[in-house]
């Protein structure tokens, strides 16, 4: 029932649905005078690097908002991480807002994953792996997604490293929206000192543990009887030394809260590749608790597991909408410099943002429509409905920024009794 629309229209139509979008591209000088169109050359510079495709296939030399000249002012002067950054919070607000989303989640629980970007040429900021890129190198964007499907943050990292160096970091940086209280990885960004610093900063931490059956657990006393659990919890938890390193420990959380420091440079500093300092061996058993705590629930909540995985499969319906979107040259990037790259990958991710907010407002309007036309929508088919439908937009072929005169309406629904064009 979602009527058909190009990308750019939109993300212009978004634009003029959340007025704090427009307003957070400010210059980068500080100067409050804003050029005219200015929403009309920010679509345009975000498309362009959303899609991969440069600036030359989004200009129209007729309309002054989308000149070449104008594209490249607007996006050396407006478009930077911090205006994206705000521009994004505005969209995550209006997504908690729209009470479809608000059936998917409360937004207090959220996922991070990684997805691999070939870059083309020679970097220092691009890593070689012949398993994502072959011979060439490339980089990791990790993001961060709530369960309303709305991106909360994302980072650029060079090649694969192992996620649990920037999974903290990642939590961090989020702007806007509600601040999740359980994050959700995969299996490659756990380890016990990502526990414990998570649960340091307030967080729980619910990595999708594999070989589940396979996982040590841990006790606090040797002597204790847990029957058929005594061969599995064979690890002791240290508490003299978590005691011991307490008072660091908890500064170290209010620096990484803080952002003085950077806790992927923690996490290297106190785990020594593999070889953890006192300091890291403490958080490591304070994270043992937790960690045990979460695999004993893993293997008997099954509405804990069902929550894990449904978050983590709603993070590869943004992966797949981000390829769809990002379709340049064998997901190369356009651009080469370290700065670009993280500019290019943050313009994704606010246009994802845009086709997500855009795709839930009008399902949230269809719901509306067959409720009121006396049709059982079932709370549990509402509760299936995905933010990231995609076949109705157009990404492919022109690029028109015309946003036609709604009249402060919305476009009526499409018929889904009628014949496809």
């Known amino acids: 029932m979602l009527p058909e629309i190009d990308l750019p229209e939109l993300v212009l139509e978004v634009m003029s649905w959340v007025p704090g979008f427009t307003e957070a591209f400010t210059h980068a000088s500080g100067n409050h005078a804003r050029v005219a169109d200015l929403g009309l050359?920010?679509?345009?510079?975000?498309?362009?690097?959303?899609?991969?495709?440069?600036?030359?296939?989004?200009?129209?030399?007729?309309?002054?908002?989308?000149?070449?000249?104008?594209?490249?002012?607007?996006?050396?002067?407006?478009?930077?991480?911090?205006?994206?950054?705000?521009?994004?919070?505005?969209?995550?607000?209006?997504?908690?807002?729209?009470?479809?989303?608000?059936?998917?989640?409360?937004?207090?629980?959220?996922?991070?994953?990684?997805?691999?970007?070939?870059?083309?040429?020679?970097?220092?900021?691009?890593?070689?792996?012949?398993?994502?890129?072959?011979?060439?190198?490339?980089?990791?964007?990790?993001?961060?997604?709530?369960?309303?499907?709305?991106?909360?943050?994302?980072?650029?990292?060079?090649?694969?490293?192992?996620?649990?160096?920037?999974?903290?970091d990642v939590v961090q940086l989020q702007r806007g929206g509600k601040v999740p209280e359980a994050i959700i990885t995969d299996t490659g960004s756990y380890s016990d000192i990502v526990f414990g610093l998570l649960h340091l900063t307030g967080r729980q931490y619910r990595p999708q543990l594999a070989n589940l059956p396979d996982q040590r657990l841990w006790r606090f006393d040797d002597n204790a009887d847990y029957g058929p659990l005594n061969q599995a919890a064979r690890g002791h938890i240290d508490t003299a030394r978590i005691a011991a390193h307490w008072e660091d420990m908890c500064r170290v959380a209010v620096s990484i809260h803080s952002c003085e420091v950077s806790a992927h440079d923690v996490t290297r500093m106190i785990s020594r590749d593999g070889n953890p300092t006192p300091l890291g061996q403490a958080i490591a058993h304070y994270g043992r608790i937790f960690k045990t705590l979460h695999i004993l629930r893993l293997a008997d909540d099954e509405p804990y597991r069902r929550e894990g995985k449904s978050q983590a499969n709603l993070v590869e319906g943004r992966h797949d909408l981000a390829r769809r979107i990002y379709h340049g040259k064998k997901g190369e990037m356009v651009r080469t410099y370290y700065e670009g790259m993280e500019d290019q990958l943050s313009s994704l991710g606010l246009v994802l943002n845009c086709v997500v907010l855009w795709n839930t407002v009008y399902s949230n309007r269809a719901v509306e429509q067959l409720r009121a036309q006396g049709y059982p929508v079932l709370d549990t088919d509402e509760a299936r409905l995905s933010a990231f439908i995609r076949s109705h937009i157009g990404i492919d072929g022109h690029y028109a920024f015309n946003l036609p005169d709604l009249g402060g309406a919305h476009r009526p629904l499409r018929d889904p009794d009628a014949r496809d064009d």
């Open 41 to 168: 050359s920010v679509a345009g510079v975000l498309c362009a690097n959303a899609m991969n495709v440069g600036f030359k296939p989004v200009t129209s030399p007729g309309v002054p908002g989308l000149t070449r000249d104008r594209l490249h002012h607007v996006d050396q002067n407006y478009v930077r991480l911090d205006t994206l950054a705000a521009a994004n919070a505005a969209l995550v607000d209006a997504q908690a807002e729209i009470p479809l989303a608000q059936v998917w989640g409360g937004g207090l629980l959220a996922s991070i994953d990684g997805i691999r970007f070939v870059v083309p040429v020679r970097s220092i900021h691009a890593r070689p792996s012949p398993r994502f890129f072959g011979r060439k190198r490339g980089i990791t964007w990790l993001n961060m997604l709530n369960d309303q499907a709305a991106g909360l943050a994302a980072k650029v990292v060079a090649g694969t490293p192992r996620d649990s160096l920037n999974v903290v």
